[in-house]
Every structure is written in structure tokens, then in C-alpha cells.
């Protein structure tokens, strides 16, 4: 566990109210603009003592969910997709739809943040990003280029493995499932068909493996013909054991989020790279995002004003660029700039475009993410299609039954 405690006082001006603030946020150069947030709205707002503490990745909603249980959960604490529908339907987070900075939202993702009732139970700091990570250097001494489609993808790919070369570097989390989700749900959201096919989703009316029977399939081929190492991919961790490996140079691409692109050069690889949109379609390319960081406020907490206040300072346009900037990802706001990280830009037309898919839409009632970490999981250690779609839809259904 991670603490961080901002002191903004001296003696003569204690603060009357303490709040906390739980977070997945951990690496140093995340903390230290988190820092400054919470250090400039505490000098707005002496009467209040705000701390941090952090946990990293699934260890972070394992404690997160433990609290709510023990009736010790934050003021203030960052949630996902499946994480805010379990809680939204406990009463555990505050309507935050009188907060003035949603107006400021841009309509794609206000589309994410209300209810059919219109309430809005948490809010976006950050528009996160997945993509290929192409070795430019190793590309050209192969006399390769980054691709541009899935036949020119699986042209490069086949080059590499007949060299004896594993060309892509894979995690057992978010590798895998964004692939699938970017060639099985592109079609309905080029269409934008995504809200009525997933209201019937919902509804127990067609299953997941409809839609996302052809991103499973193209999973499988390239496990299948040794595109990606699928017992190695099982063993490693996202955006950590990931990176390491990738750093070596010795494969031309990675699936991973672009938020690591920062931390990646940070490592001094020795090579220069790009991160592109999933070349997953016959014409084109598919960028994957997220809703991300998102801010959820203690619905039972008594000091819920002094929370939502902290909450509407964090989304001023200035903290906001500040924070997404640091994190190589896209400003929710209408009127806010993409990260600078010169490595993402190939992702900003696809952001800007329309060639994206949510990877965990919130226009579904069922936990995705999870759901889809689960596949594909199976999918790496071997489950065959059949399988995986049988138990993907058998979990979708109970899911929507509750």
C-alpha cells in the first residue's frame, strides 16, 4: 500500500475535515501530479486535509471491494466499468450530475457517464488508449513497415515468425481481449448500431458470440500460427513484464496500452518506436479507449461536499490536461488536446475520426472487462473457440439476470 498525505496548514489553520482519496494511480510520476492537484485544491480549500494511498491493478479492486464490504470505503476513490455497476447498484456512489464541469464533458463521453435516469455516478479524468507498438528500427533493418491493415499485419507477422522471431509481445490481460473487442464490435459502432445491440444484449436476447465471435477467431489464428506466444503471454503481467520484454528489441510489435508509452522510453529501449490503431480490418485500422480514471464519490460519506468539491476542482480543463498528459492518453472535454508523448500520435485521427470502439461501454450492463480477461485467459492456455464463446455467453446470461 502506497500513502500519500499532502499537508497544506501550520498551526494557527488545522483543517476541520479530513478526506481520503483511494486510488490504482501508484507510479511516481502519476503520484507526483496527483500531488499537486490535491495540494492546489487544499490551498483553495484550508478547511480540508485530503491523503492519497494506492494499490496497483487487480490487488487495488480486491481491497477497494473488501472495503465497501466492511462499510470503510473512501471519500473519493477511482472505479471501472464493473466495479461502478456492482456499486451503483449497492447505493455506494454519489449522483455527481450537479457538478458544473459536466457540461464541459464531450458528448461521446457523457453518452458513457448517464444513466437512463440521467444521473451520473462517476466521472472521467482520462480517455485511455490501446494500441500496437511497432519496432521501427527492427522494422526497417527487415525491410517491413507498420502496417496499415490486417492483411499487411499478417503479412509482417508471417515474415517475422519464418525468421524464428515471435513478432508480437503479448500480457494475459488487456493484449488479448482489446483485440477481440476491436474486431468484433468495430462493425457496430461504424454503423452506430453498438446501443441498440447491446440494449438486447442486455436483455438476454442475442449473445456476446454474435458479435464477437470474428476478434475471438482472429485471436486464435494468431496464437495458431505463432504470432504470439500463447504460454508466454498466460505468464505476463500488462505494462509491466510486457515492457521488459519489448524493451530487448527482439520483436517488432506489442498489444498494450498507450498510457505506457512514457514509462516504456523511460527505460531507454535503444530503439525508436510508434503506436498505432489494431490493423485489424480488411481496410483500415480500429483504436480501442476507455473512459479511464474514473472518479467516484462515497454516497454514505459525511463529508460528501467537501468530496464532490475536490472532485469539481481535479476536473478543471488545466488539471485535467495536466494529469492526462502525464498519463500519454486524451482529454475527456470537449475543448481538450490529446497527450503531447509524440509516440501516440498515429492514435489521434482514429480518436478524432470515429474509428474507435469502448472497450468497456457502458452501454452494457454486464462486467465486460472482466468478462473478456476471463476469455482470454482461456483462450492462452488453449480452450477452444467453441469453449470460450459456451462459457462467455452461459456468464454473460447471469449476468444480466441479476
Known amino acids: 500500500m502506497r500513502e500519500n498525505i499532502v499537508h497544506n496548514y501550520d498551526e494557527n489553520n488545522i483543517p476541520s475535515i479530513e478526506i481520503s482519496f483511494f486510488g490504482n494511480k501508484y507510479e511516481p510520476k502519476n503520484v507526483e501530479v496527483l500531488e499537486e492537484i490535491i495540494t492546489g485544491f487544499m490551498q483553495e480549500r484550508p478547511d480540508v486535509s485530503l491523503s492519497y494511498e494506492s494499490l496497483k491493478g487487480a490487488a487495488y479492486y480486491e481491497a477497494l471491494r473488501k472495503r465497501a464490504e466492511a462499510g470503510k470505503i473512501n471519500d473519493i476513490y477511482m472505479v471501472d466499468h464493473d466495479t461502478s455497476l456492482v456499486f451503483t447498484r449497492e447505493g455506494l456512489l454519489a449522483d455527481l450530475s450537479s457538478l458544473s464541469a459536466v457540461n464541459d464533458f464531450s458528448d461521446d463521453m457523457l453518452s458513457q457517464m448517464r444513466d437512463a435516469d440521467g444521473k451520473i455516478y462517476w466521472v472521467p479524468t482520462s480517455v485511455s488508449a490501446f494500441g500496437l507498438y511497432c519496432n521501427i528500427d527492427l522494422l526497417e533493418a527487415h525491410h517491413q513497415r507498420v502496417p496499415r491493415n490486417l492483411r499487411e499485419f499478417e503479412a509482417v507477422c508471417s515474415y517475422f515468425v519464418g525468421q524464428g522471431i515471435t513478432p508480437i509481445i503479448a500480457n494475459n490481460d488487456i493484449s488479448i481481449k482489446t483485440l477481440v473487442i476491436a474486431k468484433g464490435f468495430y462493425p457496430l459502432y461504424r454503423g452506430g448500431k453498438q446501443r441498440e445491440a447491446f440494449a438486447r444484449l442486455n436483455r438476454g436476447e442475442e449473445k456476446l458470440c454474435a458479435y464477437l465471435?470474428?476478434?475471438?477467431?482472429?485471436?486464435?489464428?494468431?496464437?495458431?500460427?505463432?504470432?504470439?506466444?500463447?504460454?508466454?503471454?498466460?505468464?505476463?503481467?500488462?505494462?509491466?513484464?510486457?515492457?521488459?520484454?519489448?524493451?530487448?528489441?527482439?520483436?517488432?510489435?506489442?498489444?498494450?496500452?498507450?498510457?505506457?508509452?512514457?514509462?516504456?522510453?523511460?527505460?531507454?529501449?535503444?530503439?525508436?518506436?510508434?503506436?498505432?490503431?489494431?490493423?485489424?480490418?480488411?481496410?483500415?485500422?480500429?483504436?480501442?479507449?476507455?473512459?479511464?480514471?474514473?472518479?467516484?464519490?462515497?454516497?454514505?460519506?459525511?463529508?460528501?461536499?467537501?468530496?464532490?468539491?475536490?472532485?469539481?476542482?481535479?476536473?478543471?480543463?488545466?488539471?485535467?490536461?495536466?494529469?492526462?498528459?502525464?498519463?500519454?492518453?486524451?482529454?475527456?472535454?470537449?475543448?481538450?488536446?490529446?497527450?503531447?508523448?509524440?509516440?501516440i500520435a498515429p492514435l489521434v485521427e482514429s480518436y478524432h475520426t470515429g474509428t474507435a470502439v469502448i472497450g468497456s461501454d457502458s452501454l452494457l450492463d454486464f462486467p465486460i472487462w472482466e468478462t473478456m480477461t476471463e476469455a482470454s485467459k482461456r483462450l492462452l492456455t488453449g480452450d477452444d473457440l467453441e469453449q470460450i464463446m459456451t462459457w462467455m455467453d452461459a456468464t454473460v446470461l447471469k449476468e444480466c439476470a441479476k
Open 213 to 343: 465471435r470474428p476478434g475471438l477467431a482472429l485471436a486464435c489464428r494468431f496464437c495458431e500460427r505463432g504470432y504470439i506466444d500463447a504460454s508466454k503471454a498466460l505468464k505476463t503481467k500488462k505494462t509491466s513484464q510486457d515492457l521488459l520484454e519489448y524493451a530487448k528489441g527482439e520483436a517488432p510489435f506489442m498489444l498494450t496500452g498507450a498510457w505506457a508509452a512514457e514509462r516504456f522510453k523511460s527505460m531507454e529501449p535503444g530503439f525508436s518506436f510508434t503506436i498505432v490503431p489494431y490493423p485489424v480490418l480488411d481496410e483500415g485500422a480500429v483504436l480501442v479507449i476507455n473512459p479511464d480514471t474514473r472518479l467516484g464519490v462515497n454516497a454514505r460519506g459525511k463529508n460528501r461536499e467537501a468530496a464532490m468539491a475536490f472532485v469539481a476542482y481535479f476536473l478543471q480543463p488545466d488539471n485535467l490536461q495536466k494529469f492526462d498528459d502525464n498519463q500519454s492518453s486524451f482529454c475527456p472535454l470537449k475543448k481538450g488536446h490529446p497527450s503531447s508523448v509524440r509516440e
